[in-house]
């Protein structure tokens, strides 16, 4: 079974090229490194719920929309391995977070163990 790192980011409607940008030069650098697959999708159907919902959890404003986003690895210790290297790559080296095009103090992530893959 895999290892996976999810992630839920809210990013302004008016931002999605350049997060898209931003997410396909970071792919690269994760697949450089031994990431086996690395995924970036945009809500198309969610809708904030009674209790919870995607919007929820990100604290949803007006003109944002929900990436849904994950990269799988082989183990918990390959993702270790891969993610000490692309953190020393140059392009998280020269990584500004004044500059990213989403509020990063309401992205969600966290690494998952897979229990089922079919």
Request: net charge negative; charged share 30%.
């Amino acid at each position: 079974m895999n290892y996976v790192d999810g992630f839920l980011v809210p990013v302004p409607e008016g931002k999605l090229d350049d997060y898209r940008a931003m997410a396909e030069k970071a792919g690269k650098v994760w697949m450089k490194y031994g990431a086996l697959s690395f995924h970036e999708c945009v809500a198309d159907d969610v809708k904030p719920g009674e209790h919870t919902s995607f919007p929820q959890a990100v604290k949803l404003e007006d003109g944002e929309t929900v990436m849904f986003s994950w990269i799988t690895y082989k183990s918990r210790e390959h993702r270790d391995e891969v993610m000490e290297k692309v953190m020393a790559d140059p392009f998280m080296k020269d990584f500004d977070p004044a500059s990213m095009s989403f509020d990063g103090k309401r992205m969600i992530f966290g690494g998952f163990k897979e229990i089922v893959s079919l």
